[in-house]
């Protein structure tokens, strides 16, 4: 498909800066397959859009101080240069991939310093921007290092608009978060609180958790002009046992099973692409108008990008003409977009 038919006009003005407080007092629009009418709500009255025995799937990771400030030292007649690195997936105990601004200034061989005693090299750099960096400490040391030294990176449309501050550090957390690797937050499951929670758990929700580290790719622009020529950035996954245990009694049930972001619903359906069973590895899973969906039966996500791959998502869970229609309709009521946002809960046709 052209990548093109995912594009669409949204107002600055309906980025949202910040989350809605309390946090499940976001606005939800409700959207079914197929349907061109859409309904109204707001995240308190998930439980009743809900059924008992309904599994939600969510996504546990935790985004970490990834956004790091060094300086690559004068080579040469090249003077110092300031360097921000944004790391993306981690390779093993020392390396990471990353991004990094500006790339210009960089060549193979440079080391970029951060602070005393903690510094990296760039081993590798491919021509789509990616780095590949090796750390001048490795294992729970890098991570401490990591951790003090680096900053939360917000996605750019807010980066763009205002710093990051001190209410950021919670503000982009979710309640879920417990799995340290992240460079950006499932944000749908920011809409979740412990009273939010709690009456799920009344009305018998039954909850299972994956992990998805999402990577600094999930904010790169689609530059193909065909959706087939799209190459995904890896991001590592895990599936673990249980889950797949709690949607297997779900199916068996005949209840449904809904995952919270787009990150829980690849993870998911890259564990069930040959048949449902634990996983854990990279996925680079790329879902577009035409996929057939394997496990999910509702998705709560927030309000994505144009031409993003998160557009094309959703676009195959309901439809792209639904999806344009409902975002033309959130649009026009004045949802608030992207990672602060408000949020849609998408309704597969019963299979």
Request: hydrophobic content about 40%.
């Amino acid at each position: 498909m052209r990548v093109s038919d995912f594009d669409f006009d949204l107002p600055q003005d309906l980025i949202a800066l910040r989350p809605a407080v309390p946090r499940e007092s976001a606005r939800l629009l409700i959207v079914r397959e197929g349907s061109l009418e859409f309904g109204e709500a707001t995240l308190r009255d998930l439980p009743g859009l809900l059924n008992p025995g309904d599994l939600c799937i969510y996504n546990d990771t935790k985004v970490i101080n990834a956004q790091l400030f060094g300086t690559r030292p004068a080579r040469g007649e090249a003077p110092a240069a300031n360097i921000e690195v944004t790391l993306h997936k981690r390779l093993d105990a020392g390396h990471w991939a990353a991004f990094a601004k500006p790339g210009r200034k960089l060549k193979e061989g440079d080391t970029i310093e951060f602070a005393a005693g903690f510094s990296a090299t760039l081993q590798a750099k491919d021509e789509g921007g990616e780095i590949r960096l090796a750390f001048s400490v490795s294992g729970p040391e890098l991570d401490t290092a990591i951790a003090r030294h680096g900053v939360m990176p917000l996605p750019p449309y807010i980066a763009g608009k205002r710093p990051a501050d001190a209410q950021d550090a919670s503000d982009y957390q979710t309640v879920f978060a417990r799995q340290d690797g992240a460079v950006a937050a499932p944000t749908a499951g920011l809409h979740f609180t412990p009273e939010l929670l709690s009456a799920l758990d009344a009305r018998g929700v039954q909850r299972a958790g994956v992990t998805l580290h999402v990577g600094a790719g999930t904010f790169l622009p689609v530059k193909a002009e065909d959706t087939r020529e799209h190459v995904m950035h890896a991001e590592w996954g895990d599936m673990p046992a249980q889950t797949v245990d709690a949607i297997r009694a779900a199916q068996f049930r005949h209840d449904r099973v809904m995952c919270v972001g787009t990150t829980s619903l690849r993870t998911v359906e890259t564990a069930s692409a040959a048949e449902l069973k634990p996983w854990s590895g990279d996925t680079r899973i790329f879902i577009t108008p035409g996929y057939q969906f394997r496990t999910t039966d509702m998705l709560l996500t927030n309000f994505h990008l144009p031409r993003s791959t998160l557009f094309m998502l959703v676009s195959a869970f309901c439809g792209l003409e639904t999806m344009r229609a409902a975002y033309a309709h959130a649009i026009e009521r004045r949802f608030r977009f992207y990672s602060y946002g408000d949020a849609c809960l998408l309704i597969r046709n019963s299979r």
